[in-house]
Protein backbone atom coordinates (compact mmCIF):
# COMPACT_ATOMS: atom_id res chain seq x y z
CA UNK A 1 0.00 0.00 0.00
CA UNK A 2 1.32 3.43 -1.06
CA UNK A 3 1.76 6.28 1.77
CA UNK A 4 -0.55 8.16 0.14
CA UNK A 5 -3.15 5.96 0.89
CA UNK A 6 -2.17 4.19 4.37
CA UNK A 7 -2.19 6.34 7.03
CA UNK A 8 0.81 8.47 8.02
CA UNK A 9 1.60 9.88 11.09
CA UNK A 10 2.90 13.55 10.64
CA UNK A 11 4.68 15.95 12.17
CA UNK A 12 3.99 19.47 11.41
CA UNK A 13 6.26 22.38 12.02
CA UNK A 14 5.47 26.07 12.40
CA UNK A 15 7.87 28.63 13.20
CA UNK A 16 4.98 31.55 13.81
CA UNK A 17 3.66 32.17 16.99
CA UNK A 18 -0.30 31.39 17.22
CA UNK A 19 -0.77 33.82 19.96
CA UNK A 20 -1.17 36.12 17.02
CA UNK A 21 -1.64 34.06 13.85
CA UNK A 22 -1.08 34.91 10.33
CA UNK A 23 -1.16 33.12 6.91
CA UNK A 24 1.19 30.61 7.47
CA UNK A 25 -0.27 29.47 11.02
CA UNK A 26 -3.48 29.53 9.01
CA UNK A 27 -2.21 27.22 6.41
CA UNK A 28 -0.30 24.89 8.91
CA UNK A 29 -3.80 24.72 10.63
CA UNK A 30 -5.87 23.91 7.82
CA UNK A 31 -3.58 20.88 6.24
CA UNK A 32 -3.25 19.37 9.40
CA UNK A 33 -7.06 19.02 9.79
CA UNK A 34 -7.68 18.18 6.33
CA UNK A 35 -4.70 15.01 6.72
CA UNK A 36 -7.05 14.31 9.91
CA UNK A 37 -10.08 14.47 7.82
CA UNK A 38 -8.36 11.69 5.71
CA UNK A 39 -7.57 9.49 8.65
CA UNK A 40 -3.79 10.53 9.19
CA UNK A 41 -2.49 10.92 12.13
CA UNK A 42 -1.32 14.47 12.67
CA UNK A 43 0.49 16.86 15.35
CA UNK A 44 1.83 20.25 15.29
CA UNK A 45 4.52 21.38 17.05
CA UNK A 46 4.17 25.96 17.09
CA UNK A 47 5.34 28.74 19.39
CA UNK A 48 2.49 29.66 21.59
CA UNK A 49 2.23 31.01 25.18
CA UNK A 50 0.99 28.13 27.25
CA UNK A 51 -2.22 29.88 28.10
CA UNK A 52 -3.13 30.29 24.68
CA UNK A 53 -5.99 28.43 22.90
CA UNK A 54 -4.83 25.76 20.61
CA UNK A 55 -5.98 22.89 18.90
CA UNK A 56 -5.70 19.36 20.64
CA UNK A 57 -3.55 18.21 18.09
CA UNK A 58 -1.03 20.73 18.58
CA UNK A 59 1.90 21.09 20.69
CA UNK A 60 3.03 24.49 22.53
CA UNK A 61 6.52 25.33 21.78
CA UNK A 62 6.60 28.30 24.61
CA UNK A 63 6.51 32.10 24.45
CA UNK A 64 7.67 33.57 21.05
CA UNK A 65 9.15 37.03 20.85
CA UNK A 66 8.51 39.85 18.35
CA UNK A 67 11.63 40.16 15.32
CA UNK A 68 11.50 42.40 12.76
CA UNK A 69 11.99 39.51 9.52
CA UNK A 70 11.82 40.24 5.97
CA UNK A 71 10.08 43.07 5.99
CA UNK A 72 7.17 42.19 8.61
CA UNK A 73 7.07 41.58 12.67
CA UNK A 74 7.31 38.08 13.24
CA UNK A 75 6.81 36.11 16.65
CA UNK A 76 9.48 33.60 16.90
CA UNK A 77 11.21 31.46 19.16
CA UNK A 78 15.02 29.64 19.44
CA UNK A 79 16.95 28.55 21.88
CA UNK A 80 18.14 25.89 23.81
CA UNK A 81 14.61 25.29 25.90
CA UNK A 82 13.00 25.72 22.72
CA UNK A 83 15.04 23.23 21.31
CA UNK A 84 14.66 20.68 24.22
CA UNK A 85 10.70 20.46 23.89
CA UNK A 86 11.04 20.18 19.82
CA UNK A 87 13.87 17.17 21.10
CA UNK A 88 10.71 15.54 23.18
CA UNK A 89 8.01 16.16 20.43
CA UNK A 90 10.18 14.27 17.92
CA UNK A 91 10.62 11.65 19.66
CA UNK A 92 7.32 10.95 21.37
CA UNK A 93 6.09 10.94 17.49
CA UNK A 94 7.71 8.47 15.53
CA UNK A 95 6.60 10.06 12.73
CA UNK A 96 6.85 8.85 9.35
CA UNK A 97 7.49 12.17 7.72
CA UNK A 98 8.15 15.35 9.34
CA UNK A 99 6.85 18.67 7.48
CA UNK A 100 9.22 21.59 8.18
CA UNK A 101 7.58 25.00 6.93
CA UNK A 102 10.00 27.86 6.18
CA UNK A 103 13.02 26.06 7.95
CA UNK A 104 15.12 28.62 7.31
CA UNK A 105 13.62 31.17 9.04
CA UNK A 106 15.52 31.54 12.87
CA UNK A 107 12.89 29.74 14.53
CA UNK A 108 11.67 26.48 15.59
CA UNK A 109 11.68 24.85 12.04
CA UNK A 110 15.59 25.75 12.12
CA UNK A 111 15.24 24.17 15.66
CA UNK A 112 13.66 20.81 14.29
CA UNK A 113 15.81 21.02 10.80
CA UNK A 114 18.94 20.51 12.95
CA UNK A 115 17.53 18.10 15.36
CA UNK A 116 15.35 15.26 12.77
CA UNK A 117 16.91 13.00 10.82
CA UNK A 118 14.60 11.08 8.45
CA UNK A 119 11.74 12.02 6.18
CA UNK A 120 11.85 15.54 6.16
CA UNK A 121 9.79 18.06 3.72
CA UNK A 122 9.82 21.31 4.05
CA UNK A 123 7.53 24.38 2.36
CA UNK A 124 8.82 28.01 1.35
CA UNK A 125 6.35 30.55 1.92
CA UNK A 126 8.90 33.94 1.86
CA UNK A 127 8.64 35.95 -1.44
CA UNK A 128 11.10 38.66 -1.85
CA UNK A 129 14.03 39.98 -4.22
CA UNK A 130 16.74 40.80 -1.87
CA UNK A 131 16.46 39.34 1.48
CA UNK A 132 19.35 39.91 4.23
CA UNK A 133 17.26 37.81 6.68
CA UNK A 134 18.46 35.11 4.38
CA UNK A 135 21.50 35.56 3.48
CA UNK A 136 22.15 35.69 7.45
CA UNK A 137 19.93 32.12 7.76
CA UNK A 138 21.91 30.49 4.76
CA UNK A 139 25.08 29.84 6.59
CA UNK A 140 23.01 28.39 9.65
CA UNK A 141 21.06 25.58 7.80
CA UNK A 142 23.59 25.21 4.68
CA UNK A 143 24.23 21.61 5.86
CA UNK A 144 20.89 20.84 7.21
CA UNK A 145 19.02 21.56 3.54
CA UNK A 146 20.75 18.67 2.57
CA UNK A 147 18.47 16.53 5.10
CA UNK A 148 15.36 17.89 3.04
CA UNK A 149 13.94 14.98 1.12
CA UNK A 150 11.14 17.04 -0.98
CA UNK A 151 10.55 20.78 -1.50
CA UNK A 152 7.61 22.53 -1.73
CA UNK A 153 6.73 26.13 -2.51
CA UNK A 154 3.65 28.06 -2.23
CA UNK A 155 3.90 30.33 -5.67
CA UNK A 156 6.18 30.35 -8.40
CA UNK A 157 6.68 33.58 -6.66
CA UNK A 158 8.32 31.73 -3.43
CA UNK A 159 9.79 29.16 -5.62
CA UNK A 160 12.00 31.81 -7.13
CA UNK A 161 13.19 33.60 -3.74
CA UNK A 162 13.89 29.53 -3.09
CA UNK A 163 15.67 29.20 -5.82
CA UNK A 164 17.64 32.95 -6.23
CA UNK A 165 18.96 32.58 -2.24
CA UNK A 166 19.46 28.56 -1.33
CA UNK A 167 19.38 27.02 -4.31
CA UNK A 168 17.40 23.75 -5.35
CA UNK A 169 14.52 23.66 -6.44
CA UNK A 170 10.55 23.14 -5.34
CA UNK A 171 7.81 21.86 -6.07
CA UNK A 172 4.56 24.56 -6.42
CA UNK A 173 1.65 23.71 -4.26
CA UNK A 174 -0.50 26.57 -3.57
CA UNK A 175 -1.88 27.37 -0.24
CA UNK A 176 -5.25 25.80 0.28
CA UNK A 177 -8.38 27.33 1.03
CA UNK A 178 -11.98 25.39 1.88
CA UNK A 179 -13.50 26.91 -0.80
CA UNK A 180 -17.51 25.58 -0.28
CA UNK A 181 -17.50 26.99 3.26
CA UNK A 182 -16.86 30.45 1.98
CA UNK A 183 -19.54 30.19 -0.84
CA UNK A 184 -21.96 28.94 1.37
CA UNK A 185 -21.10 31.93 4.21
CA UNK A 186 -24.61 33.95 5.14
CA UNK A 187 -24.27 37.43 3.99
CA UNK A 188 -24.41 39.38 6.82
CA UNK A 189 -26.96 42.65 6.69
CA UNK A 190 -24.68 44.94 8.53
CA UNK A 191 -21.74 44.68 5.04
CA UNK A 192 -24.37 43.88 2.74
CA UNK A 193 -23.94 46.66 0.25
CA UNK A 194 -26.43 48.44 -2.00
CA UNK A 195 -26.55 50.10 -5.74
CA UNK A 196 -26.33 53.53 -3.78
CA UNK A 197 -24.12 52.29 -1.37
CA UNK A 198 -21.74 49.58 -2.16
CA UNK A 199 -19.44 47.76 -0.11
CA UNK A 200 -15.34 47.92 -0.19
CA UNK A 201 -13.67 45.46 2.18
CA UNK A 202 -10.23 45.45 2.92
CA UNK A 203 -8.44 42.51 5.42
CA UNK A 204 -4.72 43.02 6.70
CA UNK A 205 -2.69 44.13 9.27
CA UNK A 206 -3.38 47.64 9.93
CA UNK A 207 -0.17 48.96 11.09
CA UNK A 208 1.98 46.87 8.31
CA UNK A 209 2.66 49.27 5.30
CA UNK A 210 2.93 46.53 2.56
CA UNK A 211 -0.15 45.14 3.51
CA UNK A 212 -1.27 48.52 1.73
CA UNK A 213 -4.00 50.35 4.09
CA UNK A 214 -2.21 54.06 3.31
CA UNK A 215 -2.74 53.07 -0.64
CA UNK A 216 -6.64 52.57 -0.27
CA UNK A 217 -7.28 55.53 2.14
CA UNK A 218 -5.34 57.29 -0.55
CA UNK A 219 -8.37 56.45 -2.89
CA UNK A 220 -11.31 57.09 -0.65
CA UNK A 221 -11.91 60.95 -1.36
CA UNK A 222 -11.52 59.94 -5.04
CA UNK A 223 -14.05 57.10 -5.05
CA UNK A 224 -16.83 58.87 -2.78
CA UNK A 225 -16.57 61.35 -5.13
CA UNK A 226 -18.09 59.46 -7.86
CA UNK A 227 -20.03 57.34 -5.66
CA UNK A 228 -20.88 59.37 -2.67
CA UNK A 229 -22.55 56.33 -0.74
CA UNK A 230 -19.81 53.86 -0.94
CA UNK A 231 -18.52 52.16 2.25
CA UNK A 232 -15.46 51.19 2.97
CA UNK A 233 -14.71 48.44 5.90
CA UNK A 234 -11.45 47.53 7.38
CA UNK A 235 -11.12 44.27 9.33
CA UNK A 236 -7.95 43.55 11.08
CA UNK A 237 -5.84 43.58 14.14
CA UNK A 238 -3.65 46.87 14.40
CA UNK A 239 -4.15 50.46 16.40
CA UNK A 240 -2.75 53.09 14.40
CA UNK A 241 -5.89 52.53 11.36
CA UNK A 242 -8.50 54.91 12.71
CA UNK A 243 -5.73 57.76 13.22
CA UNK A 244 -4.24 57.00 9.36
CA UNK A 245 -7.55 57.59 8.37
CA UNK A 246 -8.09 60.59 10.23
CA UNK A 247 -5.09 62.15 9.19
CA UNK A 248 -6.09 61.32 5.45
CA UNK A 249 -9.43 62.03 5.35
CA UNK A 250 -9.97 64.42 7.80
CA UNK A 251 -14.13 64.97 7.50
CA UNK A 252 -14.65 62.06 5.42
CA UNK A 253 -13.07 59.21 7.87
CA UNK A 254 -16.66 58.57 8.74
CA UNK A 255 -16.85 56.52 5.17
CA UNK A 256 -14.58 53.86 6.34
CA UNK A 257 -15.49 51.56 8.91
CA UNK A 258 -13.22 49.70 11.66
CA UNK A 259 -13.91 46.23 12.67
CA UNK A 260 -11.22 45.23 14.46
CA UNK A 261 -9.96 41.70 14.33
CA UNK A 262 -12.71 38.98 13.02
CA UNK A 263 -13.30 35.44 13.34
CA UNK A 264 -12.96 32.80 10.75
CA UNK A 265 -17.10 32.64 10.35
CA UNK A 266 -17.43 36.91 10.39
CA UNK A 267 -14.12 36.82 7.94
CA UNK A 268 -16.40 34.41 5.53
CA UNK A 269 -20.13 36.32 5.75
CA UNK A 270 -17.98 39.68 5.36
CA UNK A 271 -16.45 38.51 2.30
CA UNK A 272 -20.02 36.98 0.78
CA UNK A 273 -21.46 40.04 1.99
CA UNK A 274 -19.60 42.82 -0.36
CA UNK A 275 -19.79 44.46 -3.17
CA UNK A 276 -15.52 44.15 -4.07
CA UNK A 277 -12.54 42.70 -1.98
CA UNK A 278 -9.79 45.31 -2.53
CA UNK A 279 -6.31 43.81 -2.17
CA UNK A 280 -3.94 47.05 -2.11
CA UNK A 281 -0.53 45.25 -1.19
CA UNK A 282 2.61 46.65 -1.89
CA UNK A 283 5.21 43.79 -1.49
CA UNK A 284 6.41 40.90 0.05
CA UNK A 285 3.56 38.73 -1.16
CA UNK A 286 4.13 35.59 -1.98
CA UNK A 287 0.58 34.40 -2.89
CA UNK A 288 -2.65 36.17 -1.53
CA UNK A 289 -4.82 33.77 0.40
CA UNK A 290 -7.19 36.31 1.22
CA UNK A 291 -8.06 36.75 -2.57
CA UNK A 292 -8.65 33.20 -2.98
CA UNK A 293 -11.26 33.18 0.15
CA UNK A 294 -12.78 36.36 -1.35
CA UNK A 295 -13.37 34.86 -4.52
CA UNK A 296 -14.69 31.64 -3.04
CA UNK A 297 -17.16 33.88 -1.45
CA UNK A 298 -18.22 35.40 -4.54
CA UNK A 299 -16.84 39.08 -3.97
CA UNK A 300 -15.69 40.74 -7.12
CA UNK A 301 -11.70 41.02 -6.18
CA UNK A 302 -9.59 44.42 -6.96
CA UNK A 303 -6.23 43.92 -6.01
CA UNK A 304 -2.45 45.34 -7.50
CA UNK A 305 -0.96 44.02 -9.88
CA UNK A 306 1.84 41.99 -8.06
CA UNK A 307 2.77 39.07 -10.04
CA UNK A 308 1.59 36.41 -7.10
CA UNK A 309 -1.74 38.28 -7.17
CA UNK A 310 -1.86 38.24 -11.07
CA UNK A 311 -1.50 34.86 -10.99
CA UNK A 312 -4.36 33.77 -8.33
CA UNK A 313 -6.28 36.14 -10.44
CA UNK A 314 -5.79 34.24 -14.00
CA UNK A 315 -4.06 37.39 -15.37
CA UNK A 316 -6.67 39.57 -14.38
CA UNK A 317 -9.84 37.37 -15.83
CA UNK A 318 -10.61 36.56 -12.56
CA UNK A 319 -10.43 39.93 -11.04
CA UNK A 320 -9.05 43.35 -11.85
CA UNK A 321 -5.72 44.74 -11.45
CA UNK A 322 -4.63 48.31 -10.71
CA UNK A 323 -0.89 49.71 -10.75
CA UNK A 324 1.03 48.84 -7.45
CA UNK A 325 1.12 51.80 -4.56
CA UNK A 326 -1.43 53.83 -6.99
CA UNK A 327 -3.62 55.21 -4.85
CA UNK A 328 -5.42 57.26 -8.12
CA UNK A 329 -5.45 54.06 -10.27
CA UNK A 330 -6.77 52.23 -7.39
CA UNK A 331 -9.08 55.16 -7.43
CA UNK A 332 -10.51 54.99 -11.07
CA UNK A 333 -10.51 51.06 -10.84
CA UNK A 334 -13.17 51.37 -7.84
CA UNK A 335 -15.58 53.18 -9.51
CA UNK A 336 -15.51 52.07 -12.71
CA UNK A 337 -15.59 48.09 -11.18
CA UNK A 338 -18.36 49.62 -9.00
CA UNK A 339 -20.78 51.12 -11.69
CA UNK A 340 -20.75 47.98 -13.58
CA UNK A 341 -22.26 45.38 -11.57
CA UNK A 342 -21.99 43.11 -15.21
CA UNK A 343 -18.44 43.22 -15.22
CA UNK A 344 -18.32 42.49 -10.92
CA UNK A 345 -20.47 39.49 -12.09
CA UNK A 346 -17.82 38.24 -14.63
CA UNK A 347 -15.27 37.96 -13.13
CA UNK A 348 -16.68 36.38 -9.85
CA UNK A 349 -18.01 33.57 -12.38
CA UNK A 350 -14.87 33.46 -13.59
CA UNK A 351 -13.21 33.23 -10.29
CA UNK A 352 -15.54 30.45 -9.29
CA UNK A 353 -14.40 28.50 -11.20
CA UNK A 354 -10.29 29.38 -10.78
CA UNK A 355 -10.22 28.62 -6.85
CA UNK A 356 -11.34 25.18 -7.49
CA UNK A 357 -7.76 24.52 -7.81
CA UNK A 358 -6.92 26.05 -4.38
CA UNK A 359 -9.44 23.99 -2.39
CA UNK A 360 -8.20 21.90 0.09
CA UNK A 361 -9.78 18.75 -1.73
CA UNK A 362 -6.94 19.29 -4.59
CA UNK A 363 -4.38 20.52 -2.44
CA UNK A 364 -3.90 17.45 0.17
CA UNK A 365 -3.84 15.58 -2.98
CA UNK A 366 -0.59 17.27 -3.94
CA UNK A 367 0.92 17.29 -0.51
CA UNK A 368 0.17 13.29 0.22
CA UNK A 369 2.12 12.79 -3.13
CA UNK A 370 5.16 14.76 -1.76
CA UNK A 371 4.84 12.43 1.60
CA UNK A 372 4.84 9.16 -0.57
CA UNK A 373 8.19 10.51 -2.39
CA UNK A 374 10.09 11.52 0.81
CA UNK A 375 8.98 8.39 2.72
CA UNK A 376 9.78 6.18 -0.14
CA UNK A 377 13.20 7.65 0.12
CA UNK A 378 13.77 6.62 3.38
CA UNK A 379 12.76 4.07 5.01
CA UNK A 380 13.05 4.94 8.41
CA UNK A 381 10.67 7.15 10.74
CA UNK A 382 12.00 10.48 11.86
CA UNK A 383 14.77 10.34 14.19
CA UNK A 384 17.25 12.40 15.99
CA UNK A 385 20.61 13.37 13.93
CA UNK A 386 23.70 13.02 16.25
CA UNK A 387 24.97 16.35 15.21
CA UNK A 388 22.05 18.51 16.05
CA UNK A 389 23.80 20.71 18.89
CA UNK A 390 25.98 21.86 16.29
CA UNK A 391 23.30 24.11 14.66
CA UNK A 392 22.14 25.32 18.05
CA UNK A 393 25.49 26.44 18.92
CA UNK A 394 26.06 28.25 15.94
CA UNK A 395 22.91 30.07 16.08
CA UNK A 396 23.73 31.17 20.14
CA UNK A 397 26.84 32.25 18.92
CA UNK A 398 25.31 34.57 15.93
CA UNK A 399 22.95 35.92 18.61
CA UNK A 400 25.74 36.84 20.92
CA UNK A 401 26.97 38.72 18.46
CA UNK A 402 24.42 40.07 17.73
CA UNK A 403 23.38 39.09 13.79
CA UNK A 404 20.72 38.15 12.31
CA UNK A 405 18.56 40.53 13.94
Same mark, same amino acid.
Given at each position: MSAATRPLRVGIVCPYSFDVPGGVQFHVRDLAEALLARGHDVQVLAPADDDTPIP??????GRAVPVRYNGSVARLTFGPVTAAR?????????? /?? #?????? $?? @?SLSMLA??? =??? !???????????????????????????????????????????LV /?? #?????? $?? @?????????? =??? !??????????????AFLGRLDETRKGLPVLLGAVREVLAHVPGARFLVAGRGETGEQQARDVLGDRAGAVEFLGGVSDEDKARLLSSVDVYVAPQTGGESFGIVLVEAM????????????????VLDDGAAGVLFRTGDSDDLARTLVEVLRDPA?????????????????????????????????????APVGEDPSSLRGARLLELRRGRGEGR
Open positions: PYMTAAARRWLAAGEF /DV #LHLHEP $VT @PLWI =ADG !PVVATFHTSTERSRSLQIAFPLVRQSLEKISARIAVSEDARRT /DH #LGGDAV $VI @PNGVYVDTFA =AAE !PDPRWTGTPDAPTISAGAAVVASDLGAFSRRRAEVAARASTVVRRYDWSAVTDQVLAVYEMAVAGRD
